[in-house]
Nanobody, 120 residues
Framework: QVQLVESGGGLVQAGGSLRLSCAAS?????MGWFRQAPGKEREFVAA????????YYIDSVKGRFTISRDNAKNTGYLQMNSLKPEDTAVYLC????????????????WGQGTQVTVSS
């Protein structure tokens, strides 16, 4: 069992930047980021393959967010630039137990979430 712990959330003004980290207790394959605002459905944001060679983003964050990982540290990252109030949510990281593609929906491990609040 792999535990995931997110960090780096906080309060920023619109147009600002934030870098989220996801520390894993063991090996992960595909890593992804999701977000959930109060009263809203959980939304997929981005994913990255084990090697980092493949990434996948939803249209609303393309060009603004960058997903990356450092396997030597068992850590994934989500660099968020040009933040908008609509990005406000609890951000959760997730990971698969087995190799897969970045479009997978088969996430096994989940973090507890970190709050990102973007003010206008």
């Amino acid at each position: 069992q792999v535990q995931l712990v997110e960090s780096g959330g906080g309060l920023v003004q619109a147009g600002g930047s934030l870098r989220l980290s996801c520390a894993a207790s063991g090996r992960t394959y595909v890593m992804g980021w999701f977000r959930q605002a109060p009263g809203k459905e959980r939304e997929f944001v981005a994913a990255i393959s084990r090697s980092g060679s493949s990434t996948y983003y939803i249209d609303s964050v393309k060009g603004r967010f960058t997903i990356s990982r450092d396997n030597a540290k068992n850590t994934g990252y989500l660099q968020m630039n040009s933040l908008k109030p609509e990005d406000t949510a609890v951000y959760l990281c997730a990971a698969t137990r087995w190799p897969g593609v970045v479009t997978t929906t088969d996430y096994t491990y989940w973090g507890q979430g970190t709050q990102v609040t973007v003010s206008s």
